[in-house]
């Protein structure tokens, strides 16, 4: 499918997904979540007019929705990347700043993610603009 245009997917929550902790998985947003919402678009142009637009429009779409969604943090499921949260410019970033958008994707999880990148991956090989951080090598207190 092709559309050219801003699409909203809601994919509902509830029943079983909400009995289960948020913190017995990474995926913390569960219990109080009516719905999931993908907010997207797609554009053929390659012109940075084109993407501006079509960029400005699915932001719009967000702004308008911003009152009745999650907030106080405002939430976001990683497989539906948002990098209007924040991004690194190279990989690198410290706890502070990653745990901008490292909260909003995985709430309370977000610390234990950073332990685990801590162990498997020390020295940061694997990452992205909005990667979990590794600090193992940094002198920043992670709570437990």
Not at 19 to 41: C, D
Not at 51 to 66: F, G, P, S
């Amino acid at each position: 499918m092709e559309l050219q245009r801003p699409t909203l997917a809601l994919i509902p929550y509830g029943g079983k997904m909400g009995e289960i902790s948020e913190s017995e998985t990474l995926f913390p947003h569960r219990a109080g979540n009516i719905y999931k919402i993908q907010y997207s678009v797609t554009w053929k142009e390659e012109s940075m007019e084109a993407a501006d637009h079509y960029l400005n429009m699915i932001r719009r779409i967000c702004d308008y929705m911003m009152p009745y969604v999650s907030k106080s943090p405002r939430c976001s499921f990683l497989n539906y990347r948002d990098v209007d949260l924040g991004v690194n410019q190279n990989g690198n970033v410290s706890y502070e700043e990653a745990s901008i958008w490292g909260t909003k994707y995985f709430k309370d999880n977000f610390d234990r993610l950073v332990q685990v990148k801590n162990r498997v991956d020390p020295d940061n090989f694997f990452r992205y603009e909005q990667s979990i951080p590794s600090v193992a090598n940094r002198n920043y207190v992670i709570a437990e």
